[in-house]
């Protein structure tokens, strides 16, 4: 019941915006988003808090939430970063943008929660609505095509999961098992090998372009180049998370027999986007693309941890979902301020801004750091694990993964030292409010806290992940 | 206690009333709207108390009619869209004082079409559904109406040719009028293969599918906006219903020879349906091309032939219904005067009036099946129909038609959500009967996306066809 209010709160909250004056949207959506914190942080004190409602009892489908170690930690993500989020928004960017921004929360949850398939889907596809919206309300005419890409691309790859969330359950109740949705009853079912391999596809294509993984990740650059920072931030932080766990909590329970049976195909891919994004990453001159092909990369990252299919590589990537979020996230609406101070993203035009605001770059710095996977921050334990299972499972992605570290710490470094070092070429720029160190400081000490006890989240997600493994453990699948 | 035919008897009676009201009142007159509105509220109550009589299913006149759950959830989906129609045009002084009888009168032939269980009676609802809709296109007398009206005339005329002769051929094979009396097993082959292929293809061009879909967006974009509605809606439930009848309570046995061409048929028309429908300028020809693309999806409902497709397709129309009055009226709103918007007029709509745009929204969302609204339960069901039919083609079919059509949806919703260019136009006439339509059909339309159990209960039990698997 407990999720059930969790979901309501931001609902609730969007509709208020639609009602009350255009001045108090900021506030409304800043008071929801903190109660959804605070509710959340009451969600951390109930084990395995869930719902299990019947929603359309002739086919089979419940209203199944769930908070479970898997999803318990991207549901804190997804709190925090939306609270980050709304108090960087701009106070006069209306009433719709806040509206669109607790129901994409609202969506959010839902779909972290859900482990029925059915409800799974629709709130997947929910959440591509209020993005769009977004995306196309507030930004110029290259935002309605980031828009459009965004949506269309989605909706592809989410169409050909949809016939393969029916199928699922067809083959389901043709084995005599009844029409269900849950993914439970779903996972270890018997299907004849070709049909198995189409779903798995379906299912992995349409996870792939939300993350995005390379190749399928067209959509990505218009999207973030084009978006405002608090709605980037929520795109890369949490919505490309999606994604991620989308593969860890539907597939890896039902498709193990096609993980194993494509493993190298689908390491050599992830490998491939893995460096495909870190060499575009030191090719861009804007340093918000920086920033979003480096994202790309390490969504291949967390790619490469689950497809080693070890158990401390998938440990690894759950842990590097919620560190990469907050850090990223982070990134981005720093990033954001630094382009509403000095008007522009490309990196030439800026230099020895630390002189002038000393606050900003040391949160810059920091969360350059945290990206780049320094240890002592988060970035670096989740890495560590992934590494860890590339090198029991393929040795030889674990090398090529380790050298793109050190490719990753050089894009970074390399947009920080040019806009922040240097001599001051550049008119001088405010330095961070107080206001905006007050949320800047909360998210940074979130991210230190877990980047030095990893185990506050690794220790939870472990039983979780052997729940969700459990069949595929039976069929001699994770080491 | 059955009243078996009375929603119909009712409707008959509501025609008579409804001309009396017009000739009594002198040209157009309120009343004959209130008589027609009252006429379809009576028809409704009626088929809600059939609904839950025990006596059903009931087949009168020799097997003429056949009134069961079917036919009634029929008579209830052809009200909606009257009803809808009707308010949508109410009281409009650009129709004719016939608009609402010839609304009843249509309406009359949809019913007839659920309930049909002969060639004669089937042919008699096709003829009382089409010929008013002739006149209802043209009821704007010149120029694109009346171009519309006779275009409509002259193709469904024609098509009506093509059903006579097919019914005909098959009368020939088989030596019965009534469906379920056929027995393909002892028909004269070619004859009842020439009889059933013309028949099909006089009753899917009512459906308006692909390749007889060509009268759709002429006729769509040149009637009156009430009128189109009309057709999107009601002409729709009975095609598909009277399709269904004729294909599963007549030739369910061989379903292998209609089956597997329908199925192509389906897939292409939702293919091309969607595909034209992304290239339009005008919003009534965007939403007629999307008419066609969702005749190919409640195609799928029959094609797959199976107890879910019935279900689905029956599911299908309620939201596909409501998604279609809720667009229309929000056209009519915003055209106001004009007969026609083009997709430029939508621009900056959310800013002139944001509830016009978030019903927009919704009803667009819905045609896209996007989910939390009735479209996508809708499309999910016809997906499970054609997997459980083994017919994953069909599913992938639909998939990649709604996949296109989304892109055209979303298309005037990016218009909408735009700025204009300077200029405010004057605001936006809310007449109330349209309004009540407007938000009726939006609410159920969320209501239906999240939580269809009540309806999915319904269209199970109605299409409860027990030979079927």
């Given at each position: ?8 709160v ?12 255009k001045?108090?949207?900021?506030a ?7 109660v959804?914190l ?9 084990s ?9 009892p002739?086919?089979?489908i419940r ?16 709190a ?6 709304v ?14 921004l607790?129901?994409l929360s609202?969506s959010?949850?839902?779909?972290f ?12 596809e ?9 995306l196309?309300?507030w930004?110029?005419?290259r935002g309605?095509?980031?828009?459009m890409?965004?949506?269309i691309?989605?909706l592809v ?7 393969g969330?029916?199928?699922l ?9 009844g ?12 299907m004849?090998a ?7 596809f ?24 084009e978006?405002p920072?608090?709605v ?10 999606a994604g991620i766990?989308g ?15 494509y ?7 992830a490998?491939a986007?893995?460096?495909y ?5 030191l ?7 920086v ?12 790619a ?26 982070g990134?981005?609406l720093?990033l ?22 000393p606050r ?6 920091f ?25 029991a ?5 674990a ?11 050089w ?6 030292q ?9 008119t ?7 206001r ?5 400081v909360p998210?940074?000490g979130?991210v ?6 990893p ?14 493994m ?6 001699g699948?994770?080491h | 206690?059955?009243y ?6 009712s409707v008959v ?9 017009v ?5 157009r007159?309120i ?10 509220v ?8 059939d609904w ?9 006149y020799?097997?003429a009619v ?9 008579n209830?989906l052809?009200?909606?869209?009257a009803?809808?129609a009707?308010m949508?045009?109410?009281?409009d002084?650009?129709y ?8 009843l009168?249509?309406?009359?032939g949809?019913m ?8 004669v ?12 809709l ?11 109406s ?7 005339l ?6 009506s ?11 020939g094979?088989?030596?019965?009028l ?22 099909v293809?006089?009753?899917v ?5 692909v ?7 002429d006729?769509?974009?040149?009637s009156p ?5 009309y ?14 009848r004729f294909?599963?309570?007549g030739?369910s ?6 089956g ?5 048929l ?10 034209l429908a ?5 919003l ?10 969702n ?15 019935a ?11 409501l998604a279609?009055?809720?667009a ?26 944001p ?13 896209a099946?996007?989910?939390?609204t ?8 016809l ?5 459980f ?9 639909l998939v ?11 298309r ?6 735009s700025k204009a ?20 059909a939006?609410?159920a339309t969320?209501?239906?996306?999240v939580y ?6 319904i ?9 079927l698997h």
């Amino acid at each position: 019941m407990f999720l059930v209010w969790l979901m309501a709160v931001p609902l609730a909250g969007a509709i208020a915006t639609l009602i009350a004056p255009k001045e108090v949207s900021k506030a409304i959506a800043a008071i929801t988003s903190l109660v959804g914190l605070v509710g959340y942080a009451g969600l951390l004190f109930i084990s395995r808090a869930g719902i299990d409602w019947a929603w359309i009892p002739q086919w089979g489908i419940r209203f199944h939430l769930v908070s479970d170690g898997l999803s318990l930690f991207l549901l804190g993500l997804s709190a925090v970063l939306f609270v980050v989020a709304v108090f960087a928004s701009d106070a006069h960017a209306g009433r719709a943008y806040y509206f669109w921004l607790l129901v994409l929360s609202f969506s959010v949850v839902g779909l972290f929660a859900a482990v029925d398939l059915f409800v799974f889907y629709v709130f997947w596809e929910v959440l591509l609505i209020p993005v769009f919206f977004l995306l196309t309300g507030w930004s110029g005419e290259r935002g309605k095509k980031a828009a459009m890409k965004w949506l269309i691309m989605n909706l592809v790859g989410s169409f050909f999961m949809l016939v393969g969330v029916v199928a699922l359950a067809v083959i389901h109740n043709q084995n005599g098992g009844g029409l269900t949705f849950e993914i439970s009853q779903l996972s270890g079912m018997s299907m004849s090998a070709g049909v198995a391999s189409w779903l798995f596809f379906a299912f992995l294509v349409a996870f792939a372009i939300k993350a995005p993984l390379w190749p399928l990740h067209g959509w990505m650059p218009d999207a973030y180049g084009e978006s405002p920072a608090p709605v980037t931030a929520i795109i890369s932080g949490v919505l490309s998370k999606a994604g991620i766990y989308g593969i860890l909590r539907v597939m890896i329970p039902i498709f193990m027999p096609q993980f194993r049976e494509y493993q190298t195909l689908l390491l050599i891919v992830a490998t491939a986007g893995l460096v495909y994004g870190a060499l575009m990453a030191l090719r861009q001159q804007d340093m918000k693309m920086v920033t979003a092909y480096g994202s790309l990369s390490h969504m291949a990252m967390m790619a490469l941890g689950i497809f080693s299919l070890t158990s401390v590589g998938l440990l690894g990537t759950t842990f590097y979902m919620v560190a990469h979020g907050l850090m990223v996230g982070g990134l981005f609406l720093v990033l954001g301020m630094l382009e509403n101070r000095t008007g522009t993203r490309t990196i030439q035009d800026m230099a020895g801004l630390n002189r002038s605001a000393p606050r900003l770059a040391a949160y810059f710095l920091f969360f350059v750091l945290g990206t780049l996977g320094l240890p002592g921050l988060p970035g670096f334990a989740g890495e560590y694990m992934i590494i860890q299972g590339l090198i029991a499972s393929h040795v030889v992605f674990a090398v090529i993964a380790g050298f793109i570290l050190i490719v990753a710490a050089w894009y970074m470094l390399r947009v920080f030292q040019a806009v922040m070092q240097g001599p001051a070429r550049t008119t001088a720029i405010k330095d961070l409010w107080s206001r905006q160190v007050a949320w800047l400081v909360p998210l940074a000490g979130l991210v230190i806290l877990i980047g030095i006890w990893p185990a506050g989240i690794t220790a939870h997600a472990v039983p979780s992940l052997y729940h969700a493994m459990h069949f595929a453990l039976g069929k001699g699948g994770v080491h | 206690m059955t009243y078996a035919l009375w929603p119909e008897y009712s409707v008959v009676i509501g025609v008579f009333v409804t001309m009396i009201a017009v000739m009594v009142f002198n040209r157009r007159s309120i009343q004959a709207y209130w008589v027609g509105l009252a006429t379809i509220v009576v028809s409704g109550i009626i088929t809600i108390a059939d609904w839950s009589s025990k006596s059903l299913p009931v087949a009168l006149y020799g097997h003429a009619v056949t009134v069961d759950a079917f036919s009634l959830v029929v008579n209830g989906l052809v009200l909606v869209a009257a009803a809808g129609a009707l308010m949508i045009g109410w009281n409009d002084k650009r129709y004719g004082p016939d608009f609402p009888v010839l609304v009843l009168l249509a309406l009359l032939g949809m019913m007839v079409l659920g309930l049909a269980n002969n060639f004669v009676v089937l042919f008699i609802g096709i003829e009382l559904l089409s010929l008013p809709l002739y006149i209802l296109a043209a009821s704007r007398g010149t120029g694109e109406s009346g171009e519309a009206g006779l275009k409509y005339l002259l193709l469904g005329a024609f098509s009506s040719g093509i059903l006579l002769f097919g019914l005909a051929l098959l009368y020939g094979a088989s030596g019965t009028l009534v469906f379920t009396h056929l027995d393909p097993a002892h028909m004269i082959l070619p004859l009842a293969g020439a009889g059933l292929a013309l028949t099909v293809v006089g009753l899917v061009f009512k459906l308006g599918i692909v390749p007889f879909h060509m009268w759709i967006p002429d006729v769509y974009e040149g009637s009156p906006l009430p009128v189109t509605t009309y057709m999107a809606f009601g002409t729709k439930v009975g095609a598909a219903a009277i399709l269904m009848r004729f294909l599963f309570f007549g030739f369910s046995l061989d379903a292998g020879w209609w089956g597997p061409a329908l199925g192509y048929l389906a897939v292409l028309t939702m293919v091309v349906g969607n595909l034209l429908a992304l290239a339009q300028k005008d919003l009534k020809r965007l939403l007629a091309y999307s008419g066609i693309a969702n005749a190919g999806y409640l195609l799928v409902g029959i094609s797959a032939h199976n107890m879910f497709g019935a279900r689905a397709l029956l599911f299908y129309l309620l939201p596909y219904g409501l998604a279609v009055l809720a667009a229309f009226a929000v056209i009519q709103f915003v055209a106001g005067e004009r007969d026609s918007l083009s997709l430029d007029d939508l621009t900056g709509l959310a800013y002139r009036s944001p509830w016009l745009a978030a019903f927009l929204t919704v009803a667009m969302l819905s045609l896209a099946g996007i989910p939390l609204t009735g479209g996508f339960v809708g499309k999910f069901y016809l997906i499970q129909a054609a997997l459980f039919a083994n017919q994953p083609g069909l599913a992938i079919g639909l998939v990649v038609g709604a996949m296109v059509g989304l892109a055209a949806y979303v298309r005037p919703l990016q218009r909408a959500f735009s700025k204009a260019a300077g200029e405010s136009s004057e605001p936006i006439r809310w007449p109330v009967a349209g309004s009540i339509v407007l938000v009726v059909a939006v609410v159920a339309t969320i209501g239906l996306g999240v939580y269809p159990a009540p309806v999915v209960h319904i269209v199970n039990h109605s299409a409860a066809f027990y030979w079927l698997h």
